[in-house]
C-alpha cells in the first residue's frame, strides 16, 4: 500500500525497523506510526469495539478518536495513530475490552516541571505561538500528543489558499518546515522545551501549585506536573462523524486521517475512495488523492452547490470526477471493511428521496463534513464557553489578544473557532506575544507594536470570501467578551459547571465504546506516593 | 414549553430523588405533579455519583431502609419498563482496626437479625471474594460482605423514573431555574421560576446541594452545606472483579462497572464546604496511591477521567425528610450526604405516601426532621468517600 513515486513529496525513508502483528512479522520505516505501518501492510482492522464487537480500525489519525486502540507491548488501548512502531515491538489487535498487563511497570518517573508559558498543541498555531514568546525571552514548554509536530499543516501538500499575500502559493509542508526550523533554533538555546508524545491531560488549580497554572501532563510511563506562569491552548479541532449505518467500518476515515496516511507516511488510504464533502478540504483532499495515483469515485455533496474554490473543483472535473451535490450516503456497505456505499439524493428539505439510490464500490469513504473544536481543556479550567455557529462549535470568549476569560490562559488556532492554518498561525503569534508581556523583560512596548501589526495582517486575511464568515464570528465573540468584562466581578455563575471532566472522551461513532486512555498511569511508585491518609471518617 | 398555571405537587430537582417521587406520585394515581430542573435531568449529584448501593449499616434504621430500597431496586427494571442497569455484585467493606473488628461485629450481628445475608470475614477469607486485593497492602484486619448489594446506573435510573412518571401524566420542565417561594401564612402557595410562577399546593425541596438556597427561599433554615466530592474513571478492561470495596478508615471506594471502568473515589480529610468543582491533581495522587496499595495490579492502569460531584451534607449525614414544621405544604428531601442514590427507592415510596395518605409507612421520617439538630446528634458510622 506504499505509495513509491509522488509527485511533490520525498517520503525521506530511512531505516527499517521490524515489529510483530498478532505474531506476524511486520516492517516499518522508523518515525512511522504503528497504525500507518500496520495500514501499509494491507491492515486496516485494528480492534472489535466492546459492546457489539464491530471491527475498528482508524478514523483521525492524530489522536483524537480512539478509534485505533491496540494492544502494545501488552499495554492495552494504545492509540496506535500517536504512537511509533519500533524494533522488537509486539502489537495486538484488542478483541473488546483490554486486559492488564502482566509484565512489571516499566521506569515510570513523576517530575514538577516548571516553565513561563506551556503551550498545549504543537499544530501552526502552538508553534507559531511558542517562538513569538520564545523571540521575546520568554520560556516556554510545547506539548504535543503527536511524535512529529505540525498539527494538521504537514500533511498539506497543496499552495495554500485563502490569504491575500501572506503565505499564499506556498505549500503547507513547506511553512511547517519552515517553522519547524525556527523553533528548534530556539529549543537549541534552551528557551523552548519540547514534549512531543505527551498529553496534557487535565488543567488544575491545587493549592500547592508553584505557579499560577498547572497542567498534569502525560507521557509514556511518565507524568509531569507543569507548572506556568501564562497557559495558551492550541488543541486544534475534532473532525466531524456523520451519521448513517456503518459509519465505523474500517475504511471510513476522516480526510485528516487520509491525509496522514498519504501526505506524511505515502501510504495509499485505499485504492478507490468516496469523498464525502465538495468544501475547500474534501475538494483538495481529492485531488491529492489522485496526484498519489488514488482513484476517487465520486464526491458527494449534501447542500445543492459546491462549497470549495473553483479552481479547485474545476481540477477535479478535469480528471473527470463526478461531484455530486444534493446527494449524500445512506449507508457504508461491508463486511470487516468498506466495500461500497449506498448514495441517495435529498430534497429541498435535505430529507432523503426514496428510490433515489445507487451503489458505488470503493474501498474507502472520506468524511470531509468540518471540524469541531477542541475544547475540553478550556471548558474544564473554568473559562467562560460558548457555542457560534460561525466557529463551528464551543469556544472560549476571547479578547483580541486571545485571552480567555480565565486570567493568563490564552486560546489560538482552530480551538478558538475553525480557520484555516495561515489564520491559526496569526493568532497564535498574537497569543505567544501577549503571553510573553510581563514575562519577557522590559520590552513591553516592542511587543505592543508587534501585535498591533499581526492583527493588521490577520485582518487582512479574513477578509476574502471564506473568510468573511470567520470574521463575523469573531466579532461577535469579542463582543460578547467585552459585555463579559464588563459585568464581572461576581460572575461565578453557576458553582456546578456543566462540564468539570479534565478530559472527556470524544464520542465519534453510533456505538462509543472504545475509550481513549489517558497515559496518566496510577504509578505505585515513591514519587507518587502520598501521606499516608489518616482520615477518620470524616464527612461522607 | 408553557409552564402549567397550576400543580397540586412541584418537585424542585430533577435528580434520582425527584423523578423517583414523581413517579412514585403518579403511579399511585397523583399525576398533576411537575417537575422543575435548572439544567438537566441527573444533571446534580445523581449524575456525578458512584451509584454503589449498600445495605451493610451502622444503625438499624438505615439498615432497614437500604434492605426495603434493594428489594424495590431488584423489581425497577421490569416495573419502569428501562433496564437500570442494576448488579448485585456486593460490597466488600475493609476494616484497618480492632476497633473496626468489633464495630463490624456488631453491624453483622445487627444486620443478620434483620435478614440481611451478611458475614464477618478473616485477611485471609478477603482474596476468596475478590482475588486482585492486597489484604497485607491494604492493611486490612477484617471485613464484612454482604453479597447482595451493588450498584445501579444513575443515569438510566433516572430516566427510567422520568420517562415512567411522564408516561403516567406527570410534567417534567428542564431548563427552568427556581427563583423564588411564596409561602404567606405559613404554607407554601407558588414556586416562582426564570420562566414564570407556578401555584402549587405541595412543593417538595429535593435540589440536592442547593437544597439550603431552596429552603431559604421560603423562609426555612436547614443545615446543608456543599462539600465537593472527586471521582474517577479508569480505562476499560475485561472484569476483574464484581463487588464494590470499600473502607470509612482510607475512605476509599471502588468498583469496576459493567462496561468495564473502574469508578471510585476517596475522601479529602482537609476538606471543606464549598462550591469548588475544578478536579485537583491532588486528588488524583491520593486515589492512585492508595488504590495501588489495595490492588497492586492497577499500577498499570489508565485514568480517564476525573470529575467532581457535591454532597449536600447535613450535621448527622443523615437526610431531612418530610414535611417542614413551620411551612406547610413545603417537604424536605435533602440532606442525603453520599448516599441518596441507594436509599432513594424507600425515600420516594415514603414522601409519596405522606403526601398521599397523611402518612408514611415505608419510614419513620420523624426522626429525620430538621428539628433533631437543636438537641444531641446519633451519627451514622459507616459512610465513605
Ligand atoms: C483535512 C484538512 C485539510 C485542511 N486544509 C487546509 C488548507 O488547505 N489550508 C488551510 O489554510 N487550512 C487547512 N486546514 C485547516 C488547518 O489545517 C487548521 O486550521 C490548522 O491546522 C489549525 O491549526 P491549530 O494549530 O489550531 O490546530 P492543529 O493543526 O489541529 O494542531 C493541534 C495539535 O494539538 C495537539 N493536541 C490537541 N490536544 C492536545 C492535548 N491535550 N495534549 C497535547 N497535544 C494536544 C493535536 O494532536 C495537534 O497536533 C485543513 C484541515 C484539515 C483537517
Ligand atoms: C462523587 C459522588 C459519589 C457518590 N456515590 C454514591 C454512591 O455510591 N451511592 C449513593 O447512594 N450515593 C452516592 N452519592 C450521593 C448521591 O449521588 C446523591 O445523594 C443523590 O444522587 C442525590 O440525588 P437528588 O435527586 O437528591 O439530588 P441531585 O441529583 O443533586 O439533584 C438535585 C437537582 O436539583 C436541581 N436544582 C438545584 N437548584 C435548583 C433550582 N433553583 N431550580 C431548579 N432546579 C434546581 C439541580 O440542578 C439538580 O439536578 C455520591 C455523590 C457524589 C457527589
Ligand atoms: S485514529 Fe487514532 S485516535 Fe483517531
Known sequence: MRIEKHPILDFGRKKKVSFSYDGNPLEAFEGETIGSALHAAGIKELSHSLRFKRPRGFFCGIGKCSSCAMRVNGVPNVRTCIVNATEGMVVERQDGMGELPDAEFGDARYEILETGIAVVGGGPAGI?????????????????????????????????????????????????????????????????????????????????????????????????????????????ANENMLQFPNNDLPGVYGAGGVQTLMNVYGIRPGNRVLMVGAGNVGVIVSYQLLQAGIDVAAVVEAAPRIGAYHVHAAKLRRFGVPILTGHTVKKANGKGHVTGATLVKLDDNWKQVEGTETEVGCDTICLAVGLTPSCELLFQCGAKMKYYSEACGYVPLHDDEMMTTIPGVYVAGDASGIEEASTAIMEGRIAGLAAAKGLAEGRGGAIDNRIASIKEQLAMLREGPFGFHAACGKGKILNDMQSERGCASNDSCDPVPEFTHSRPQTYLFADSTQSKALRTRTAHEQKFAYPADRNTGGRA | MQLPEKAEVVIIGGGVNGAGLAYSLANRGLSDVV???????????????????????????????????????????????????????????????DADAAQFKKNVAMQKSLGLGVSYLDPSEINGIVPILDAEGMGATCATWCPTDGHADPFHTTFAYAKAAERLGARIYRRTTVTGIDAPDGAVSKVRTDRGDIKARWVVNAAGCNSAEIAAMAGIDIPIKPYPKEIFATERLKPLFKPMVISFHDGIYFSQQEHGQVVGGISDPEAKPQWRAMPSLRFLKRMASTLTRYVPDFRHLKVLRQWTGFYDVTPDAQPILGEDEDVSGFMQCNGFSGHGFMISPSVTKALSEYILDGRASTLDMKALSKKRFVGELDREASVVG
Open chain 1, 128 to 236: 507559531s505561538a511558542a517562538i513569538e514568546a520564545a523571540r521575546q525571552g520568554a520560556k516556554v514548554a510545547l506539548i504535543d500528543e503527536n511524535t512529529m509536530l505540525g498539527g494538521q499543516l504537514i500533511k498539506q501538500t497543496h499552495r495554500f489558499f485563502g490569504s491575500k499575500e501572506h503565505s499564499a502559493g506556498i505549500r503547507g509542508i513547506k511553512i511547517a518546515g519552515e517553522m519547524f526550523g525556527e523553533l528548534r533554533a530556539f529549543e537549541a538555546k534552551g528557551l523552548v522545551q519540547i514534549l512531543s508524545g505527551a498529553t496534557a491531560t487535565g488543567y488544575y488549580k491545587d493549592k500547592r501549585r508553584r505557579k499560577e497554572h498547572l497542567l498534569g501532563i502525560s507521557k509514556g510511563n511518565d507524568f509531569y506536573e507543569l507548572n506556568a506562569d501564562r497557559v495558551i491552548i492550541a488543541t486544534g
Open chain 2, 35 to 97: 417537575i422543575l430542573e435548572k439544567n438537566y435531568l441527573t444533571c446534580g449529584a445523581t449524575g456525578r455519583c458512584g451509584a454503589g448501593i449498600r445495605q451493610q449499616w451502622s444503625t438499624e434504621a438505615n439498615t432497614r431502609m437500604a434492605i426495603e430500597s434493594v428489594k424495590m431496586f431488584e423489581g425497577l427494571s421490569e416495573e419502569l419498563g428501562h433496564d437500570i442497569g442494576l448488579r448485585q455484585g456486593g460490597y466488600l467493606i475493609i476494616g484497618h482496626s
